[in-house]
């Protein structure tokens, strides 16, 4: 059974910063593309970062270019979100996602990925 914790949710102003970490269990994690997602109230789920098998391709949303960064440690079968210069349309529910293992092209596409972890609240206010 294939696990994804995360962890890091939390309240911060305009401006702040969070890392959110996600932990894999269950599978060989350092085989499988990995990613962020996010939810708003009355949104669909959308994709906010994309990071290669390998760690050396990484992928963003237009609209975290430039403050968020995601890394990976397969060692540690982790993988992180820094968000920086959060901005009050940041605050949604991040989700961790890993991809099935034959899949070897990563982004930020919903149909890329087919593990879900459970979420972290994330909300900025002004």
């Known amino acids: 059974q294939v696990q994804l914790v995360e962890s890091g949710g939390g309240s911060v102003q305009v401006g702040g910063s969070l890392r959110l970490s996600c932990v894999a269990s269950?599978?060989?994690?350092?085989?499988?593309?990995m990613g962020w997602f996010r939810q708003a109230p009355g949104k669909e789920r959308e994709g906010v970062a994309g990071?290669?098998?390998?760690?050396?391709?990484?992928y963003y949303a237009d609209s975290v270019k430039g403050r968020f960064t995601i890394s990976r440690d397969n060692a540690k079968s982790t993988v992180d979100l820094q968000m920086n210069s959060l901005k009050p349309e940041d605050t949604a529910v991040y989700y961790c996602?890993?991809?099935?293992?034959?899949?070897?092209?990563?982004?930020?596409?919903?149909?890329?990925?087919?593990?879900w972890g459970q979420g972290t609240q994330v909300t900025v206010s002004s």
């Open positions: 990071i290669s098998i390998g760690g050396g391709n990484t």
């Open positions: 269950g599978y060989t994690s350092s085989s499988n593309c």
């Open positions: 996602a890993a991809g099935p293992p034959w899949l070897s092209s990563c982004g930020i596409y919903r149909y890329q990925y087919t593990y």
